[in-house]
Antibody, heavy 124, light 107 residues
Framework: QVQLQESGPGLVKPSETLSLTCTVSGGSVRSKGYYWNWIRQPPGEGLEWIGYIYYSGSINYNPSLKSRVTILIDTSKSQFSLKLSSVTAADTAVYYC????????????????WGQGTTVTVSS | DIQMTQSPSSLSASVGDRVTITCRASQSISSYVNWYHQSPGKAPKLLIYAASTLQSGVSSRFSGSGSGTDFTLTISGLQPDDFATYYCQQNYNSPWTFGQGTKVEVK
């Protein structure tokens, strides 16, 4: 059974870069047919999709964050990572990693496996 | 971006009630809609994908329907663990977007 676990600093200073890692256990980030996603949720608010990296390595970012986001895969450690540069207080949120399974005719299904989430606060 | 608008934003119900939540997309998205349940302090949990397919392990009390722009999540026989926030989400076009959420509270 695949499990995801986020890790990284809980406090980041304004203008610096937020870096988080999602470790995949019970499976491989190179297994065919999966999208590996980052999603965030500001305190008391809804969910915002940040982007994904496909098992093949192709990426797709939310245009609202595209200029600041990088998602990478590390197959040797079965991890994928998120970097968000030039952070401000508006980037304070719980950050989740999640898996999307590719279904019939290559369509993405829902986010079926989630990490527990990690809280990141942007403050000096 | 495709906007996903849920209604109502909140509702009050009792254990055993039947509850319906709707989600409207700003453009046609075929059946590319998923539904999630989120309890406070927890990660979302997938209930329904592709508008009407029940995720493995999820109670059959949950059902989804719709196509195009209008979608519905129905909970039959509300249970204590069902009092939570529900989100719809589209993955028809990038960026993938979520509805604002519907909070189901105890009456």
């Amino acid at each position: 059974q695949v499990q995801l676990q986020e890790s990284g600093p809980g406090l980041v200073k304004p203008s610096e870069t937020l870096s988080l890692t999602c470790t995949v256990s019970g499976g491989s980030v190179r297994s065919k047919g999966y999208y590996w996603n980052w999603i965030r949720q500001p305190p008391g608010e809804g969910l915002e999709w940040i982007g994904y990296i496909y098992y093949s390595g192709s990426i797709n970012y939310n245009p609202s964050l595209k200029s600041r986001v990088t998602i990478l895969i590390d197959t040797s450690k079965s991890q994928f990572s998120l970097k968000l540069s030039s952070v401000t207080a508006a980037d304070t949120a719980v950050y989740y990693c999640a898996r999307v399974t590719e279904g019939l005719q290559y369509r993405p299904y829902g986010m079926d496996v989630w990490g527990q989430g990690t809280t990141v606060t942007v403050s000096s | 971006d495709i906007q996903m608008t849920q209604s109502p934003s909140s509702l009050s119900a009792s254990v055993g009630d039947r509850v319906t939540i709707t989600c409207r997309a700003s453009q046609s998205i075929s059946s590319y809609v998923n539904w999630y349940h989120q309890s406070p302090g927890k990660a979302p949990k997938l209930l329904i994908y592709a508008a009407s397919t029940l995720q493995s392990g999820v109670s059959s009390r949950f059902s989804g329907s719709g196509s195009g722009t209008d979608f519905t999540l129905t909970i039959s026989g509300l249970q204590p663990d069902d009092f939570a926030t529900y989100y719809c989400q589209q993955n028809y076009n990038s960026p993938w977007t979520f509805g604002q959420g519907t909070k189901v509270e105890v009456k």
